[in-house]
Nanobody
Framework: QVQLVESGGGLVQAGGSLRLSCAAT????????MGWYRQAPGKERDLVAG???????NYADSVKGRFTISRDNAKNTVYLQMNSLKPEDTAVYYC?????????????WGQGTQVTVSS
């Protein structure tokens, strides 16, 4: 089992910045991609950004140029630096980790952290 603990959410004004962190513990064998999804009230959970163990990244179009995902493999921690925040970024942000298909694909989820951007 993999446990993911997020931190760093909060309330910020539009144009401000926040940094989310997610630390992974447990059986991390085969874990490849880690990243973040978000879910706003009444909406589906959508991918924000992901990063592979090798450092390859992908971003939702809505956050490109504003958000940066990074990873410290030695600490099993993934970060999401969020700049130029907009009210539409308000959501619960969920950290995820994926076990590679080579070892039997599975996704693990954190409990979520609230990000609220005021206008």
């Amino acid at each position: 089992q993999v446990q993911l603990v997020e931190s760093g959410g909060g309330l910020v004004q539009a144009g401000g910045s926040l940094r989310l962190s997610c630390a992974a513990t447990g059986n991390l064998f085969g874990i490849d991609v880690m990243g973040w999804y978000r879910q706003a009230p009444g909406k589906e959970r959508d991918l924000v950004a992901g990063i592979s163990s090798g450092g390859s990244t992908n971003y939702a179009d809505s956050v490109k140029g504003r958000f940066t995902i990074s990873r410290d493999n030695a600490k099993n921690t993934v970060y999401l630096q969020m700049n130029s925040l907009k009210p539409e970024d308000t959501a619960v942000y969920y950290c995820y980790a994926e076990r590679s298909r080579v070892y039997g694909f599975r996704q693990f989820w954190g409990q979520g952290t609230q990000v609220t951007v005021s206008s």
